[in-house]
């Protein structure tokens, strides 16, 4: 009997010698390394009997045709990783679709729709100041101006590209016709430590989170830590510590918020200088819009009235806001069915991070498969999901696949 | 009649010269500004009708002779500056005791002992990882040791005092004998805002602070912002910024004290990462030693808590102490009652800065005479005393030679 954890784990050791020299795995879009991952899992595609192509976003695309006029399921996730990254993150929910086909195949299982796995060049977003061109080529939303954007080395996207021998003036011409399509469903590892703490192997989202960014900057006055008596003092350092004990506060108090202060900077810094300077943001993530803006709006209030006790100048801004993007709650529930007859689980949670999903989901429903993974890490080399683990979630979305079979034979 | 102040800021801003390239004044120790400086003072110094000599620790000393036995009033401070500072701090302090003699000169007066105006070469530390050189020196509390400290170009002290002419060998025999001193008193920028909001031109110093600096290191753990779950997160920053406003608070609320949280450094400091490791500095400084070391105590049991509270480890090392050092009530009141004398001031205020006569504590009785400087900034180009404010110094310097030598001639 087939060990398909096994399996997994051992194409996904392949895959992660695709990498760039040095610690744990860096495999950027259009490079030599991207160049063999595409070659490997083709190799790969083709053995299960996937017809294999490379769209003009780079997107590598395996497909199992259905019937003439079927719709067709997408699967797959990205196959770049961050500098130094991890084995799992994005390139796992190419290769587990993939031995789950093949595991349907063993099993002499034909479905009555199409599937593609797809195997996006670029979600992180290391390389070029972007992220998401291959999702967003396919849901219509890339935007052509990203393609003049430059690597540190000044080569822009558009160039890269070419270079791979992709035309990326066609990318507009990929976009898909949602009335093809069945929906995405995305495999990854949980980036989190939830389903550790809850001994589950696989949980499945409820909805990628919103995300609003707010870049601070508090402005007060320097001075001789010795000679500037305390009366008076404009510490910007003390009315930041306000702003991070408070962000943090909403966070712990405000069910479904996640509330972070990541970054903060001072100036003059030095140790006998009052701080007159300092620049931090504050991260607002929420399943629910409304949760999320609320605490933007209530941190501005706060803000406001902490200048003025602090007799600082607070200017902030809103500098990134995301829509959060519900899961498709039939394709979700199916999933998690599937997951709870293979002893795995049923539960439900938000996706903290944003996904290939995030931008499918203008296209199609969409629905995300977690994988645990070990101390919730990711983006380092000791990102780890266990064999077991992956095998259960290779059960999983072959049963999802065998049910949705069903369920679409009784819908037609 | 001669205008005192003009003559000051005529003088300092022909030292002011003696300046690096750039804005505001740069004059480091033991280089041809220094060189510049020394030989403009010198010729000053021979005006009045001193008798100049540059000691092996690079101290300008200008010497009026008194009677046979007479002791010897010492006066002065710093010729140096920090890179890019003002045309005040250190300088002024040597420029107003020589026009106080002038004028006591210009009136006929003479005193009944010895009077050294001392310009010291380095009391900054900012050429070398070292300071109060020529002060130690006369205190007898210079440490060889410091001699081969290094600048940014791999100099030693040791060659940079050879280089100017100086032997550093000899430097142990400048220790000078407390039985011939009468004291010494230093004139400095009050390097604050009191003088000015209390509107006064000059202020007595009734101690020099002591110091302590503590050094704090939080270590958490880090996360995805959007992964990591609120409840269980050990936030580095979250507990740095209760340490904060912990100083702060101790400050605000505790008489004499001075409490700054000056530096603070996160890691991995960005927008979606909570923080794994940050470090900060605690500096409190007082009058009284016995509140400042009760600070330092508060916070160490402050940080105990948090802590156990915040699940974060927290090392906390303290780096530095200095005693806090009282001025010499006799001298002080004298000067005081001078200042009154000339409408100036009796305000006795803390010099929360070291000086040179923070070392001279260690070898006779100091006095320190403050001069208002506009917006209580130094170490800027923007440093600035008014022309009448020194004036008044000078007024009160020569005053204060005058009574002293009534007393001196009614003890003798």
Redesign the interface.
């Known amino acids: 009997m087939t060990d398909w954890g096994a399996r997994a784990e051992c194409l996904l050791s392949q895959v992660a010698a695709c990498s760039e020299p040095g610690p744990g795995v860096t495999r950027l879009p259009f490079t030599p390394e991207h160049r063999a991952a595409i070659d490997l899992l083709q190799t790969q595609m083709e053995e299960i009997g996937l017809t294999v192509t490379l769209d003009h976003a780079g997107t590598l695309i395996g497909r199992s045709e259905g019937p003439p006029g079927s719709r067709t399921l997408l699967m797959g996730s990205h196959q770049d990783s961050v500098r130094e990254g991890g084995a799992y993150d994005g390139i796992m929910g190419v290769v587990l679709p993939l031995l789950a086909l093949d595991k349907l195949r063993a099993e002499g299982i034909e479905l009555p729709f199409s599937v593609e796995v797809l195997a996006f060049a670029d979600e992180e977003g290391v390389r070029f100041p972007t992220a998401l061109v291959g999702s967003r080529a396919l849901a219509g939303t890339f935007d052509d101006a990203v393609l003049s954007m430059t690597d540190t080395q000044g080569v822009t996207l558009r160039e890269a590209m070419a270079c791979f021998g992709l035309n990326p003036e066609q990318i507009r011409t990929l976009s898909r016709n949602p009335e093809d399509l069945l929906g995405f469903v995305e495999t990854h590892i ?5 389903l550790e703490r809850e001994e589950r192997p696989l949980g499945v989202v409820s909805a990628i ?1 919103g ?1 609003e ?1 707010h870049q601070i900057e508090i402005t007060g006055e320097t ?10 003092r404009r ?1 910007a ?2 009315a ?3 702003i ?2 408070e962000v ?1 506060r909403m ?2 108090s405000t069910p479904n ?10 100036e003059p ?7 007159r300077r300092v620049t931090l ?1 504050a ?1 607002f ?1 929420s399943p629910d819009d409304a949760t999320r803006s609320a605490a933007g709006d209530a941190l501005h209030h706060f803000m406001q009235n902490l200048a003025a006790d602090r007799k600082t100048a607070i200017n902030a801004e809103k500098t990134y806001a995301q829509m959060a993007q519900p899961c498709d709650a039939t394709l979700s529930a199916q999933l998690a069915g599937r997951g709870t007859d293979k002893g795995a689980c049923g539960l439900l949670l938000p ?4 996904h290939d999903a995030s931008a499918m989901a203008d296209l199609c429903p969409i629905a995300m498969l977690f994988v645990r993974c070990r101390d ?4 380092t080399p000791e990102e780890f999901a266990a064999k077991d683990d992956m095998g259960a979630a290779i059960d999983a979305l072959a049963s999802f696949l065998t049910a949705l079979a069903r369920k679409d034979s009784e819908n037609s």
């Open positions: 949980e980036q989190g430590p939830v989170c995300i960014r001075g001789h830590a010795g000679t500037l008596p305390m009366s008076g510490d350092l003390v930041a510590a306000a991070v004990a943090d966070g712990q918020l996640r509330a972070t202060v990541g970054a903060l900077t001072v810094n030095v140790v006998n200088a009052v701080p943001t991260e993530r996706s903290g991070a944003t919730g890490v990711s983006h």
